[in-house]
């Protein structure tokens, strides 16, 4: 539906939707069963599962039939943050769960995994030869003398290969972890190395944008500066033959071998992610599998409503927490789609493409994306047969309201518009997909099940309707189990639990709505504090895109020696567009009119580009330190950005303010 009023939803889910919900189904079975609310919706189901925190996930684990090969003895044992502790006693296999469709005869030979590539030409993968290629691999990896607990790596792009890759790793007990094969060898050294792998699963090179990237030198400097590595594996992508030592990738999934799943604690790790990286080496990350086993269940099949029917295309690459979370699709039996390529290449609509031809029902993007396509004016409803969508998912930064608008007029006026925010820390979500309830224009539909979410002060007082820390007061499951190479779990408390003892604080800032809605305002370390007002830097970003004239922004906040507060605008302008007088007053209004006069910048600046993470965040906090004086060398690690020539400009300025 459209919205009649201001205050209207954007969208609502029919009846028939609402009956048909998994949400709906698991908590009806859940009154039944466990004494869950059976009316009040939604809303009554996530009280009980934060105020009942035992209860609902056991709940969960019976309701996705989680295979304890041995019982647990309670569901949380220390409960404490950090440091809360899982389903004690049980032990499972999260590769086993993922690869339980296979079983099904009736399933067993269709697709698992769909790839495409920027040929846009499909290759299906069934249930059952993706089952016997992790079989064959778990083999040889065993062969190979990888035990429970040994690191496993893979320099990779989103391919068949390393999904294969990832779940022979978790077969065997090993600990995964992976970067894309864009990242340069330091970046990739400055992950890896703190972890130790032994084995090294690589590709000769990649296509991206048309054009074929070779990777052998970086490879090469991978396997001299690794030296626990015991193998590397070579899959030639783009048709070498395998380098001097290195095992070949046919040779190791070639076999008929029925998968062993090694059967684990619920607390072993799954594997290792990685934060930007920013302003140090980069934290990794570890999740266990148990604890990723149930909340990948109870975001994809309760909030994302995947099942069997469904196709599951997430844009993402092997070096972002999306793509384990879209692995996890075939936790419940849906066809995950892989794209491999450019999200630009050979247009804007390479996505919409994608979705098309695959016959995706959840698509997954950035909002970077949907305002590309937006900008750039194209019309997928109109040139897609896109009717099998039931819903585009947002992540990566929030979705701004004009970015709800475009989806709905341009894609489907019935469609399910879910912006999500979670983190990698996590790998999973706080806020975002619920398909019983409205879509509001610029809001997360609501706080996740089991996710105790607040938004607090900074006394630790919970706000409703006002701006605050994202907190979650009570332990999630794939919470980490802890930092690698952090033994008294130091640098992990600091992360989280400084600000607020015993109580995760995210880093954002957020709003939680009177109607239970979340909004996301941007990181609050990087913080704009203008007169005592903390303000976030996507409300800014929101508002100055909206401009034709603009590409994309970023807003610093910088508090001054003389107790001054400076408040640039960096833009990066659209093809043909000038920065003059009338639009620097055209931002500025804009700015005024739909947010506050404070919000206003002090001076509009142009920039060449925006400096971004690998993973394609705003870089805001290490240009902040630029400004306030520290060097480039010491206020961002070079090998986590995607140009680091464009922050010479922001050191250049600050030297230039302090003559």
Request: glycine fraction near 8%; include cysteine.
């Amino acid at each position: 539906m459209t919205a009649a009023t201001p205050d209207a939803p954007l969208w609502e889910p029919s009846p028939d939707r609402i009956a048909a919900a998994a949400v709906t189904r698991f908590q009806s079975w859940a009154a039944d069963r466990f004494g869950a609310p059976a009316e009040g919706g939604y809303a009554a189901l996530h009280r009980w599962s934060v105020d009942e925190l035992d209860t609902f996930w056991q709940a969960v684990a019976e309701w996705f039939d989680i295979r304890f090969s041995t019982p647990y003895e309670s569901v949380l044992g220390d409960r404490a943050m950090p440091g809360a502790t899982w389903f004690p006693g049980a032990t499972l296999n999260y590769a086993e769960h993922a690869l339980r469709t296979a079983e099904d005869p009736a399933r067993a030979d269709t697709p698992a995994l769909l790839y495409v590539d920027e040929t846009h030409t499909q290759v299906p993968i069934s249930w059952s030869d993706l089952r016997r290629q992790v079989g064959a691999l778990a083999a040889e990896l065993r062969a190979l003398g990888v035990t429970p607990g040994d690191r496993v790596s893979g320099y990779l792009p989103n391919i068949p290969q390393a999904v294969v890759a990832f779940l022979a790793t978790a077969a065997v007990g090993g600990v995964w972890t992976s970067c894309a094969p864009d990242f340069g060898a330091r970046s990739v050294l400055d992950r890896f190395q703190q972890i130790e792998p032994v084995v090294l699963f690589t590709v000769d090179g990649y296509r991206y944008g048309g054009k074929e990237h070779d990777r052998t030198e970086t490879v090469a400097e991978l396997r001299r500066e690794l030296p626990t590595l015991r193998a590397v594996v070579h899959i030639p992508l783009l048709g070498t033959d395998a380098p001097e030592g290195a095992l070949a990738w046919a040779a190791l999934t070639s076999a008929d071998t029925e998968p062993v799943f090694e059967q684990v604690p619920f607390d072993h790790p799954l594997w290792v992610l990685y934060s930007s990286g920013t302003t140090g080496l980069p934290k990794a990350i570890v999740q266990s599998q148990g604890g990723i086993l149930l909340e990948h269940f109870k975001q994809l099949g309760l909030h994302c409503d995947l099942g069997p029917e469904d196709r599951f295309f997430c844009y993402t690459s092997t070096g972002w927490m999306m793509w384990n979370f879209l692995v996890s699709g075939l936790l419940t039996g849906t066809t995950v789609v892989l794209y491999d390529g450019s999200p630009g290449y050979p247009d804007v609509s390479a996505q919409w493409r994608v979705a098309e031809q695959t016959g995706a029902t959840l698509y997954g993007t950035s909002a970077a994306y949907v305002m590309a396509c937006r900008k750039a004016g194209i019309h997928p409803g109109r040139d897609f047969d896109l009717s099998r969508i039931q819903c585009v998912a947002t992540t990566g930064s929030p979705l701004p309201p004009d970015g709800f608008r475009w989806l709905h007029d341009e894609v489907a006026d019935d469609l399910w518009i879910a912006s999500v925010s979670g983190g990698t820390d996590v790998c999973s979500c706080f806020a975002g997909a619920v398909p019983t309830l409205p879509v509001h224009i610029g809001e997360l539909q609501a706080p996740c099940l089991g996710t105790d979410l607040q938004s607090w002060d900074p006394s630790g007082k919970p706000l409703t309707d006002e701006v605050g820390e994202l907190v979650v007061t009570n332990p999630l499951p794939s919470m980490p189990i802890r930092f690698w190479n952090d033994p008294d779990g130091s640098r992990y408390h600091d992360s989280y639990f400084d600000m607020y003892p015993g109580v995760w604080r995210h880093g954002d800032w957020i709003t939680i709505t009177g109607r239970g809605s979340v909004v996301i305002h941007g990181r609050s370390d990087s913080t704009l504090n203008r007169q005592g007002v903390r303000m976030g830097s996507a409300d800014i970003y929101e508002a100055v895109e909206r401009l034709p004239e603009i590409r994309e922004s970023l807003v610093i906040g910088l508090e001054e020696p003389d107790g001054g507060y400076w408040m640039p605008l960096f833009v990066h302008l659209a093809e043909g567009a000038t920065l003059d007088d009338d639009l620097r007053a055209a931002i500025k209004a804009t700015i005024r009119e739909n947010l506050s006069p404070r919000h206003v910048p002090d001076e509009v600046i142009e920039v060449p580009a925006i400096p971004h993470t690998l993973t394609g965040k705003r870089i805001e906090v290490p240009v902040k330190r630029l400004l306030q004086g520290t060097e480039l060398a010491k206020a961002v690690n070079p090998g986590s950005v995607d140009n680091l020539d464009l922050l010479h400009f922001y050191a250049e300025l600050a030297a230039s303010r302090r003559r």
